[in-house]
């Protein structure tokens, strides 16, 4: 197939402007048996996280006695793409993900709290269009965040790309089949730190600093939509208080 | 005394006197809903809630390969997978022994219902198409089965019907549904503290002697499995049968009632 154009008249192929995220939505607490759970819609991804523990490390060699340690397994359902059926559970590219994944929640969980424990985190991706990672991994910090996990911040990810020399935020399949780059980000929002950083394609030095600009700018986006996931459960039991009295 | 301990004794105590959680009957689902094509990628797909058990089935057709016995018929393919986000006590890893019994009891009921007709997904010689079906448990509370199979008959009666044009897959756009000859249910009971009920949850599960599973349709039996170490007597099994048939009207009505057209 011929290489589409990705930006005409400065709209993408889905209506966005290159500075644009898809519309996200995220609920928290889906999976009854978790200790935290929750559910993103983002464009057409739809994506489970789902958060086991504070448990004891399993198998013990795995363990650490001075702290906790994360699992965390990233998959896609095999019926989770357009295209045909996949096969369940790990690949390398989800062996990869569920890694770099486990280092972006390391960095965030207070682990000294929990010595010898292990937190879990099962990614499931059950709808895919590009950014699963991102995605999940914005998922699993509400999922986190919902356990009562001890947390210094709750991250979010999204991911830069360039159609033409346009740089873009949020890439969707098409836009990631077809792009000259892909740099998915994970932020600390608190303190700006770079937990996740993966690239592949071409970009200037200076198209990278515009990437983590406009990334950055997306964090106030993403992150309001996680706390406000977070929230809407208490807000909830409030209002039913509030009506009862 | 540990907690399961505690458990057993309130779960056995309570079936003693005849009460199920929520105050329902021995023979009584729990509250189901069904969600009909949320996974617009998969060619077909329904979620399931009954009680807090929460279960996703999606299914994919493609063009393969005739299974080698069966030259001139398409093929299916269920399999379950009982994800670690689903229960505590869930391990990743290779298909354990219950997830494959979860499959093929899924899988006999479908098949020997002929909801589909397999002569029907012939394409030429050599190429057919394949069903996959994928059982996602979600949230474990008990009875897999008969979310399993009630999730995957409502995704198969919706699922779209997409077409081999050119040696191409076409799977967007006009496309017609997959054809459904007929429509089977599944009833599961078990014997928990000597009493037989229906739809245990996940705490009646845990203290299950016996299980038995009923797949029929409007006219017969297609599947039946028994499971676990307790047993049952024929004149027990006979009754089942007979309760299975009057409860699966409801379940008909329920997928019927869901399809989205």
Same mark, same amino acid.
């Given at each position: 197939m011929d290489k589409p154009e990705l930006i005409i008249n400065g709209k993408?192929?889905?209506?966005? %402007?290159?500075e644009q995220l898809r519309p996200i939505k995220i609920t928290a607490g889906?999976?009854?048996?978790?200790a935290g759970s929750a559910y993103i819609e983002w464009g057409t991804n739809k994506i489970l996280a789902a958060v086991y523990g504070p448990?004891?490390?399993?198998?013990?060699? %795995?363990?650490?006695p001075d702290k906790a340690i994360i699992k965390c397994r990233y998959t896609m359902a095999?019926?989770?793409?357009?295209?045909e059926h996949g096969r369940p559970g790990m690949n390398r590219r989800a062996i990869e993900i569920s890694k770099v994944t486990k280092e972006v929640f390391e960095n965030v969980?207070?682990?000294?709290?929990?010595?010898?424990n292990e937190i879990s985190i099962f990614v499931e991706v059950?709808?895919?269009?590009?950014?699963t990672r991102a995605a999940g991994i914005t998922c699993a910090a509400v999922a986190l965040a919902a356990s009562g996990i001890p947390m210094r911040d709750i991250p979010y990810a999204v991911s830069v790309g360039k159609a033409g020399d346009t740089l873009i935020l949020d890439m969707n399949k098409t836009e990631d089949n077809y792009s000259n780059a892909d740099m998915p980000v994970a932020i600390?929002?608190? %303190?700006?730190?770079?937990t996740l950083l993966q690239m592949d394609g071409e970009l200037t030095p200076e198209q990278v600093r515009q990437g983590m600009a406009m990334i950055d700018k997306a964090g106030e986006t993403i992150t309001r939509i996680q706390r406000e996931a977070l929230r809407r459960p208490y807000e909830k039991v409030q209002e039913k208080y509030k009506a009862s009295i | 005394m540990n907690i399961s301990t505690i458990t057993e004794q309130y779960v056995r105590e309570r079936l003693t006197k005849g009460v199920r959680e929520g105050g329902r009957g021995m023979f009584e689902f729990r509250n189901m809903t069904l969600e009909i094509?949320?996974?617009?990628?998969?060619e077909g797909s329904a979620e399931i809630n009954l009680g807090n058990t929460k279960v996703l089935v999606g299914v994919k057709l493609d063009v393969g390969e005739p299974m080698r016995d069966k030259p001139d018929e398409g093929s299916i393919m269920t399999g379950c997978e009982l994800l670690?986000?689903?229960?505590?006590?869930y391990d990743a890893g290779p298909p354990s022994a219950e997830s494959v019994e979860l499959a093929r009891v899924i899988d006999r009921g479908i098949r020997a219902a002929n909801?589909?007709?397999?002569?029907?997904?012939f394409i030429e010689e050599g190429k057919s198409w394949n069903v996959f079906i994928d059982v996602y448990v979600?949230?474990?509370?008990?009875?897999?089965f008969d979310a399993g199979t009630t999730a995957a008959v409502a995704a198969l009666s919706n699922a779209r019907m997409p077409r081999y044009e050119d040696s191409k897959v076409i799977r967007e756009g006009n496309l017609g549904k997959l054809e459904i000859a007929n429509m089977a249910t599944s009833c599961t009971f078990a014997k928990v503290a000597g009493t037989i009920v229906l739809d245990t949850d996940g705490n009646e599960e845990d203290f299950s002697e016996a299980r038995l599973t009923v797949a029929n349709d409007e006219k017969a039996v297609r599947a039946m499995q028994k499971g676990l170490g307790g047993s049952f007597t024929p004149k027990e099994v006979d009754k089942l049968v007979e309760t299975a048939f009057e409860k699966s009207k409801d379940l008909r009505r329920i997928i019927k009632s869901s399809k989205v057209d």
């Open positions: 993408r192929l889905d209506g966005r %402007t290159p889906p999976i009854r048996n978790a448990r004891e490390a399993l198998p013990k060699h %795995t363990s650490d095999p019926f989770s793409s357009l295209e969980v207070l682990l000294d709290l929990f010595p010898g059950l709808q895919s269009d590009g950014g600390n929002p608190r %303190t700006k730190e770079i | 094509g949320k996974m617009i990628n998969a670690p986000l689903a229960h505590h006590s909801i589909i007709d397999l002569k029907k997904l979600l949230n474990y509370d008990g009875n897999l």
